[in-house]
């Protein structure tokens, strides 16, 4: 069963998220509602994937952080969350994430792209 942690500063949007993972027949070990929060959990959870905010990753730094997850869960897979499709798609890609997915997709096709 593919272990899911979840980051974003919103909770419906975390609830969402939440009951479409238990839909997808996954886990979710973990949630946080800020950057550091995430480093400090996913590690521990034993994460396969990671979905995470944009807007969660420090500003200043996105890479940097990401590249730090990377190094503490080496093997899970960077799913970036975005609001918005401009400059954000290929930033989400360029810092390190596997996959980006933009928060107003439907439901039905976020849930396809989380299929493992």
């Known amino acids: 069963m ?3 942690f979840i980051a974003d500063a919103r909770p419906e949007e975390r609830s969402a998220l939440r009951l ?3 839909d ?3 886990k979710v070990v973990g949630e946080a509602a800020d950057w550091s929060t995430t480093l400090a959990q ?3 959870s034993r994460i396969d994937m990671l979905l995470v905010d944009w807007d969660l990753l ?3 730094a996105p890479n940097v952080a990401l590249d ?3 190094k503490a869960c080496p093997s899970a897979l960077v799913v970036v969350l975005i609001s918005h499709l401009d400059a954000r798609k290929q930033a989400a890609l ?3 994430a596997d996959i980006f997915i ?3 997709e439907t439901p039905e096709c976020v849930a396809e792209r989380l299929r493992i």
């Open 102 to 104: 933009s928060k107003g």
């Open 2 to 4: 593919t272990r899911v």
């Open 68 to 70: 730090g997850l990377r």
């Open 58 to 60: 420090p500003i200043n």
């Open 20 to 22: 479409m993972i238990l």
């Open 42 to 44: 996913a590690p521990a």
């Open 94 to 96: 360029s810092i390190g």
């Open 24 to 26: 997808l027949k996954m």
